[in-house]
């Protein structure tokens, strides 16, 4: 158009222009964005897949650790259970053994106390006869 059109203004640089350079400039980045999208989308494809399997490798990991540690705990108490089963015969004559103490110490007392006794009816027939 020409600058003598008194249009000029509205259709070049008015309102109606900015629009139809803002629609040219956004459909412009929409094709860039398609475009990069399009050449981006294999790449994150690929990303997810790797990390869907990565995921999938953990998961199996974690399973595997956790039935190695069940596995680790049962053994465990198999071996616990089989040590207290052992510790039975030992844990009885260890009683035997604190009970026939105690009875030795019992009749040991009797005996220190019949002695004292006698010292202390001794002690007294001296002190009587002194007297």
């Known amino acids: 158009m020409a600058p003598d059109n008194p249009d000029w203004q509205e259709t070049v640089g008015g309102p109606g222009d900015r ?57 465990h108490k198999k071996e616990t259970a089989r040590w207290r089963e052992d510790q039975q015969p030992i844990k009885e004559e260890r009683a035997v053994r604190c009970r026939q103490q105690s009875e030795a110490v019992a009749a040991w007392r009797e005996e220190q106390q019949s002695i004292k006794e006698e010292r202390a009816g001794r002690y007294q027939q001296q002190s009587e006869a002194v007297a």
């Open 19 to 75: 629009l139809f350079q803002a629609s040219a400039i956004g459909a412009a980045e929409r094709k860039r964005l398609d475009e990069e999208q399009q050449v981006a989308a294999p790449r994150r494809a690929e990303e997810l897949a790797q990390k869907y399997q990565q995921a999938a490798e953990w998961r199996q990991e974690q399973q595997a650790l956790k039935a190695s540690a069940a596995e680790k705990a049962n053994t």
